[in-house]
């Protein structure tokens, strides 16, 4: 069990005179750790396998600024660790069967280990985004979007699957804090595709005791009141109010929200799902926005590229 | 709305002096509804398209005997709607690629809409009766089990897959009460991938929030009596108790198991997984067993295939 981040320190907004009993558990250094402990399984391969690099294609389809952003995340995350990442970028007037015959191509393609189609798609043409997700050749979805590994995943086939990023990342998250999720109950506020609905499995499959709540529950503070551990991935900026977290639990906040600040340069500031100042006076484990769940996603998609490299060389050896 | 099938009556084992205060949920008169509606879909479909009749492929290896009868009553369902349904048995010492190769058969068969692999599988030889559902075309995958079935049902594509037998039966008799799904507290009890999970996926995506307990749960009494709607598939006679149920709660029982019963001709009685004479004093509804949830999976294998035949007629009209 690897160190968290160690008591939290008072943050900006939190009452002058509250006690700030949650621990902190870093995404920050969790990442680093992951990320370093990957750079040497790249090493490792090219012992084995001299000149091999684990091959990322990253296939986007217009120029949206904040897609560009995470894209160069991803790319220097990559370069780092080892992995030979390509940007491909199809212009935003490609057709959808411009797109699916892209990623033919790179399905075909042996340098290429992992595929992920950034999202949301930007063409001025319609393109069905699941069609595009499930185009992904089901051994190379290291975003593990498509249906494929859904179904695995939500069926309790985690061996045999890609996780999706983000919530793989809070699970590395959750294990950091030494708190096991077997027997517990847990709950996950958000049901979609990329986080709600794959943590959601990830913990079942854990054993814990699953509650997913969503836009129509009716009773959500009671609902969160119940979690030993709390997931929220539900896209509104500080929606999970401190009062609600049930005293002692581990609260995982997957929110990313830009709200007005004119104290800051930009105007703005980041804020979770989670009210922070409050939460963090009742979790006994909390993470930050921004430094928490963020940079896991990166690091699990770097993960999931490695794992497929590895599966890559084993079926080489196998054939030969 | 349909009507229910009225008030409960006294069962066997049920405290004499107690008042019975469930309606009883019919799995027999709400089957028998589905299947008299979908006798007169075929009828229409060969109005359109004379001499067409929904093709059903029930695939079986080896001989087990309570799977032959589960075929048998598949077949005579069948028959009576007026879908052409054809066994095909493999000894008991097929291999997996045998099966396989039998699969891919009936997937190129334009006259199967629909293709059932019974399982357990009953062979002398290793098959991963996963690789074997998978096997099936997603098309024709009327139990719902491959993975893209199950992939698309647990990220909320519900019009683009099959519905695995069971749950859908479930929800039509959840339906039948009048109860609607949205915003309530469901539980689930269990997560098999042919009841638990995709009914934790149908619950949620019909907008409940939704809790799933396994094996593992330990408070799985404090659970239950969360519940508005309860639907329990754990396979252990009368597990859950009529005191753990809350009041007025919708009770969906998909247990089928045989208990020492001297006193009756065969030496055991069928009971649920639920504890039938003390649940029905506190639920509003609930299914008996046997003739609740077991009668639904049969014709909602029909439903499946006749939607399935549906889907055939209409690409062929589109590809016309």
């Given amino acids: 069990m690897l160190s968290v981040a160690g ?3 008072r943050v900006s907004g ?22 370093d402990r990957l750079q040497k399984e790249v090493c490792k391969m090219q012992e084995l396998e001299p000149g091999f690099r684990p091959g990322l294609v990253v296939l986007q389809v217009g120029d949206r600024s904040d897609s560009n952003l995470y894209i160069s995340m991803k790319l220097k995350a990559a370069a ?30 042996a340098r290429a280990h992992g595929l992920i189609v950034q999202l949301p798609l930007d063409s001025i043409r319609p393109i069905d ?13 290291v975003d593990g ?3 494929i590994n859904a179904g695995k995943l939500s069926r309790g086939d985690l061996k045999n699957c890609f996780i999706p990023c983000t919530p793989n990342g809070c699970m590395e998250l959750i294990s950091q804090t030494g708190v096991s999720v077997a027997g517990k109950h847990a709950v996950v506020v958000g049901r979609s595709k990329i986080v709600g609905a794959p943590m959601h499995d990830l913990l079942l499959w854990n054993h814990a005791t699953v509650t997913t ?13 119940r979690a030993d551990i709390l997931v929220v991935g539900a896209g509104k900026p500080e929606m999970v109010r401190g009062e609600w977290v049930k005293e002692g639990a581990v609260v995982i906040d997957c929110g990313i929200n830009y709200v007005a600040d004119e104290t800051k340069p930009g105007g703005t500031r980041v804020v979770g799902d989670v009210h922070y100042p409050t939460a963090n006076q009742r979790a006994s484990f909390i993470t930050p926005v921004p430094g928490g769940v963020g940079p896991m996603t990166v690091a699990m998609l770097m993960k999931n590229t490695v794992q497929s490299a590895w599966r890559f060389l084993q079926s080489q050896r196998s054939d030969g």
Avoid: F, M, Y
Avoid at 213 to 225: D, I, P
């Fill in 7 to 9: 008591k939290a320190l």
């Fill in 14 to 35: 939190c009452p002058r005179n509250a006690r700030s009993i949650a621990t902190v558990v870093s995404g920050n250094k969790t990442s680093k750790l992951v990320r």
């Fill in 80 to 109: 780092e660790i080892g992995i030979d990442a390509r940007h491909i970028r199809l212009p935003n007037t490609a057709s959808e069967d411009e797109v699916l015959h892209s990623i033919q191509s790179i399905n075909e393609d």
């Fill in 129 to 141: 985004s699941g069609r595009v997700t499930d185009a992904v050749a089901p051994h190379k979805d």
């Fill in 145 to 147: 979007l498509s249906s």
């Fill in 213 to 225: 709540c969503h836009s129509q529950t009716s009773n959500l503070a009671e609902q969160v009141g």
